[in-house]
């Protein structure tokens, strides 16, 4: 599907953004930085396991929070789950930064 998109389908949304551009839009408009964009994300479906790569991915570089991905599914929140998470093994940033001594740091070996 993604191949579609990008070889067939991206030059008609192109094409489309600019027309949208020059018919709808005055010059003030796009001087102001204005545009149209298809979102094609909203084409692409992706599979369960895709869907679960991509949050796990999001929350363990601390993109999203873990109730933004519960809202986004219709979940109710969980306790905690409003805070940016870190990758050491997944803790709160802020607990990370208030507690660097709590923190296990490796000396060169593995752990």
Do not use: C
Not at 66 to 74: H, S, Y
Request: proline share 5%.
């Amino acid at each position: 599907m993604l191949e579609f998109l990008q070889l067939t389908m991206q030059a008609t949304f192109t094409q489309y953004e600019e027309e949208h551009k020059l018919k709808l839009l005055t010059y003030r408009d796009v001087q102001q930085g204005f545009k149209f964009r298809f979102d094609k994300d909203q084409m692409i479906i992706p599979t369960r396991l895709q869907r679960a790569q991509e949050a796990q991915y999001e929350v363990r570089s601390a993109v999203r929070m873990p109730n933004e991905i519960r809202e986004e599914r219709g979940w109710e929140p969980a306790d905690g789950g409003n805070q940016l998470m870190g990758s050491r093994d997944l803790a709160p940033l802020k607990w990370l930064m208030e507690n660097p001594d709590k923190v296990r740091q490796n000396k060169g070996g593995a752990t």
